[in-house]
């Protein structure tokens, strides 16, 4: 019987494909379970889960650790949300910094360091990101997941044919039914997206917190960039925040009224619901704009891109870009040294509700240090201060 040739092809392509299924599915695996260390400043005097808000939340992956520093003196009470969307992962890394080196002598401060960890876990579909980076350290290097904007297919699926908000009824886009920053107020018996901002919100209900900053990053052709977003309740602060940085911290940042007509995000849904003020931060990051060109490590870190260079000399852009890029040293320091200036506002205007913090650098110490100096190594570290994300 002759040999065939056609039956030893489809043989080959089956196991090259299925070898191809076995390192995708490994590759996917440890992204998804990937250990990101913290380690506590002498700050943080307690850590919660936020299924101690909300039970309906218990179990889930989005059981999110929460770092509470406390000072002595009684004051007000912040609230700072990090990884509300993982693609932008400055957000992220600058609550690492307030988790590992904050202290606080009047008032407390609840940082969160993964408010969507679901979307921690998996990339954009089809967007060739990375499925994670590692932040340079005095002591080697700390690798952390890249994230994506929606959570996790697998934790929440399918999506809906249309997405209708709860409670205003307004149809948004269909995949933003897995957006933390579309979903609030959220519902007690809703998606786990939902279900996660619904615990979030009892959370700022329970603790009486004053003002929550939900820390972003946005692409250059996006017009809401380099600003606070601010709820009507919060204009005042975040204007005078946006004069005193532009004119003292080295780099400018605007003010943005959120527009009460547009439903689902932290910064007009929780001013709406909650006695807080709620206030949202966006930096630039290239990494994320439709004119990129490889979406890599090195655009991921450094921020450097000629397609995006060259967008903005073509008009496109709605931030500078230039050969230094937007790296992500600059993206985190300015997250540092614009919460710091709303604190420092805020107490001089409620020194009854003061939040004073120390310990956290700010923008040119960021750039100057680079941010691993300011991650602490688990390995030199006290167990029982270590914290997984």
Same mark, same amino acid.
């Given at each position: ?228 977003? @601010? ?44 006695? @807080? ?113």
């Amino acid at each position: 019987m002759p040999f065939n040739w056609l039956y030893l092809r489809k043989f080959i392509l089956i196991t090259l494909g299925l070898v191809l299924m076995v390192f995708a599915g490994v590759s996917f695996y440890e992204s998804r379970h990937l250990k990101e260390p913290v380690v506590l400043s002498q700050g943080v005097t307690q850590v919660k889960k936020l299924s101690d808000y909300f039970r309906g939340i218990r179990g889930t992956i989005n059981d999110s650790n929460i770092y509470i520093l406390e000072g002595v003196k009684p004051g007000g009470t912040i609230l700072i949300l990090g990884g509300t969307h993982p693609e932008e992962p400055g957000s992220r890394l600058t609550t690492w910094i307030l988790a590992e080196n904050a202290e606080v002598d009047q008032g407390r401060v609840f940082v969160i360091n993964s408010a969507n960890r679901s979307a921690t876990t998996v990339t954009r579909l089809g967007g060739g990101y990375p499925p994670d980076f590692t932040i340079p350290t005095p002591w080697g290097g700390q690798k952390f997941r890249m994230g994506d904007r929606w959570s996790n297919p697998l934790d929440q699926w399918p999506d809906p044919e249309a997405y209708i908000h709860y409670p205003s009824r307004q149809e948004l886009a269909y995949v933003d039914i897995r957006n933390l920053n579309r979903t609030w107020p959220g519902r007690a018996n809703g998606t786990l997206t939902e279900k996660t901002c619904y615990a979030l919100i009892q959370l700022i209900r329970k603790e009486k917190v004053d003002i929550v900053i939900d820390l972003h990053e946005a692409e250059l052709q996006y017009p809401v960039i380099s600003t606070i977003v @601010a709820h009507e309740k919060g204009q005042d602060l975040a204007a005078l925040a946006s004069m005193m940085i532009s004119g003292t911290e080295g780099f400018s940042i605007g003010m943005e009224y959120s527009p009460p007509a547009l439903h689902g995000l932290s910064h007009r849904e929780i001013g709406d619901h909650t006695q @807080a003020i709620s206030l949202l931060l966006e930096a630039p990051e290239p990494f994320l704009d439709a004119t990129r060109g490889r979406t890599d490590r090195e655009l991921l870190l450094e921020g450097k891109d000629e397609f995006v260079v060259k967008a903005g000399k073509h008009g496109l852009l709605f931030e500078k870009m230039d050969e230094n890029g937007w790296p992500v040293e600059v993206r985190v320091g300015r997250h540092c040294s614009t919460i710091l200036q709303i604190l420092e506002l805020w107490s001089e205007e409620n020194p009854g509700k003061s939040v004073m913090v120390k310990g956290v650098p700010r923008y040119a110490e960021v750039i100057e240090k680079g941010i691993g100096n300011f991650l602490h190594d688990p390995a030199k570290a006290d167990s029982k201060r270590i914290y997984y994300e």
